[in-house]
């Protein structure tokens, strides 16, 4: 599975941003698609995780009510919606995949596989 994650940039505080990762490859609904973020000197956190194949979804506490993670599994496409941004929110965030029947999401980096390439989001005071 390859995945490849698009639409970081730059924004103010209280704005809003949307990435989108396109998966590729040996795709199925037996994975769980997760939205993890790392910050300079921090440990890499998860963001929010969707099961393909029932739709549940889990968040971190730091975005729960801010931000929305959703799929199209017509277009093989997973998406954050991102809203009320703060500076915290400043990371790299990483589109990744977890190999799983499960129908709950997992919440640690160690339970997934697959990893596209980052994409930067920085927010702005």
């Known amino acids: 599975v390859q995945l490849q994650a698009f639409g970081g940039g730059l924004v103010q505080a209280g704005g809003s941003l949307r990435l989108s990762c396109a998966a590729s490859?040996?795709?199925?609904?037996?994975?769980?698609m997760g939205w993890f973020r790392q910050a300079p000197g921090k440990e890499r956190e998860i963001v929010a995780a969707?099961?393909?194949?029932?739709?549940?979804?889990y968040y971190g506490d730091p975005v729960k009510g801010r931000f929305a993670i959703s799929r199209d599994n017509t277009e093989n496409a997973v998406f954050l919606q991102m809203n009320s941004l703060k500076p915290e929110d400043t990371a790299v965030y990483y589109c990744?995949?977890?190999?799983?029947?499960?129908?709950?999401?997992?919440?640690?980096?160690?339970?997934?596989?697959?990893w596209g390439q980052g994409t930067l989001v920085t927010v702005s005071s």
């Open positions: 990744a995949a977890d190999r799983t029947s499960s129908l709950y999401p997992r919440d640690h980096a160690r339970f997934y596989t697959y």
């Open positions: 490859g040996r795709t199925s609904s037996n994975y769980v």
């Open positions: 969707i099961s393909w194949r029932s739709g549940n979804t």
